[in-house]
């Protein structure tokens, strides 16, 4: 997380972008000559099949940078069916790249931080792939709950209440899967008790077990 | 309507605040209302509702002032919130949302169907 008083002045310079839950930041195929800083709320990158299938790869969370192509070489019209769109409300920055690229040559320490995002970035992506490749409807369900719990999860006694709204509809779109079949798996974990809800959020009773159902 | 839930709205603009409340009553809601924080934050504690729509800018107190309250109280530290603002208050919703809201909707773009699915979706989860 670069959260250094030099980035802080340096983001300074530009103004922050609002945007409601479910706006698309960057459109399918779209270019981009900026990379965005997230300040607040949570951002969903998604993959789109040709025949309409959903894939999220990330959910990049305050403090972090998109798209990470960027940090390569690549371009985003190489990857055509990207898109990123708003999961919360979201406050980001746009910086062009090249004003970026500056500042990290004065700031080199932060590259590594970037790095690290990068690091964490790929493995996620390695393990939601495993999953979507290899698992079931259930398994994705139980991903998609393990990734709301580490990025909106609070911890309360023996519980994890994630702390923001969602809903089947929601799951559903971070899961590829339709709301129906969130549902029904939603209904599954609650019967096992692994998941319920209190005060409008839904929460995860015991992580660890939940984790493990990964396993079955 | 025993099942139905229940919507705070709370907004200074008569024929806004007219819009809304008769909208979400043709949708079966239960609907409170006030023109004012101090009314809103009092119908909210005293009613528990299911959702709140809230006016940014408001008379005496804001909108971001009875948000914050509200986020103090055990109940209302958890319940859905969308913030309703005009183009120009920007600086109210970044800090809106650093106190947790579900969303906010800049008046002018303000399409009533989309809220109504919005508020269902949030509410019968």
């Given amino acids: 997380m670069i959260n250094s008083s030099a980035f802080e002045a340096f983001l300074r310079q530009f103004k922050p972008i609002l945007y409601r839950r479910k706006e698309r930041i960057i ?24 025949s309409g299938n959903q894939f999220t790869p990330y959910i990049f969370a305050p403090s972090t940078f998109f ?8 371009k985003l019209s190489d990857i055509a069916d990207h898109e990123y769109e708003s999961l919360t409300p979201v406050e980001v920055y746009k910086i062009p790249k090249e004003q970026l690229l500056e500042y990290l040559k004065e700031n080199p320490n932060e590259v590594f931080i970037l ?7 790929s493995a996620e992506l390695l393990k939601k792939l495993e999953t979507r490749v290899f698992s079931d409807a259930y398994h994705l369900v139980i991903l998609a709950l393990l990734d ?30 339709s709301r129906e079949v969130v549902t029904k798996q939603m209904n599954k974990l609650g019967e096992k008790k692994l998941i319920g809800y209190k005060n409008h959020f839904i929460t995860v009773n015991n992580p660890e077990l939940l984790k493990a159902e990964l396993e079955t | 309507m025993k099942n139905s839930k229940k919507i705070l709205i709370i907004e200074d603009e008569a024929d806004i605040l007219e819009l809304l409340v008769d909208k979400f009553i043709s949708e079966k809601f239960k609907v409170l209302q006030s023109t004012s924080a101090e009314k809103g934050i009092q119908l909210a504690l005293e009613n528990k509702p299911d959702f709140i729509l809230l006016d940014i800018i408001l008379l005496k107190m804001d909108g971001i ?32 949302m650093r106190l947790g809201v579900y969303d906010y909707i800049i008046k002018t773009n303000l399409v009533l169907n989309d809220l109504v699915k919005q508020v269902k979706e949030v509410t019968n989860f």
């Fill in chain 2, 65 to 96: 002032t009875m948000l914050k309250k509200l986020r103090q109280n055990p109940w209302g530290k958890n319940v859905p919130v969308i913030i309703l603002s005009n183009v120009t208050d920007q600086t109210k919703v970044s800090e809106a």
């Fill in chain 1, 115 to 121: 790095h690290e995002q990068l690091t964490v970035y």
């Fill in chain 1, 148 to 177: 709301l719990a580490r990025l909106f999860g609070k911890k309360e006694e023996k519980i994890i209440l994630i702390e923001y709204w969602f809903t089947h509809h929601d799951i559903a779109s971070i899961s590829g899967l």
């Fill in chain 1, 27 to 50: 459109l399918p195929g779209e270019d981009t000559d900026s990379i965005f800083y997230v300040a607040q709320g949570h951002v969903k990158q998604s993959i789109l099949s040709p």
């Fill in chain 1, 67 to 74: 798209p990470q192509i960027w940090l390569e070489k690549g």
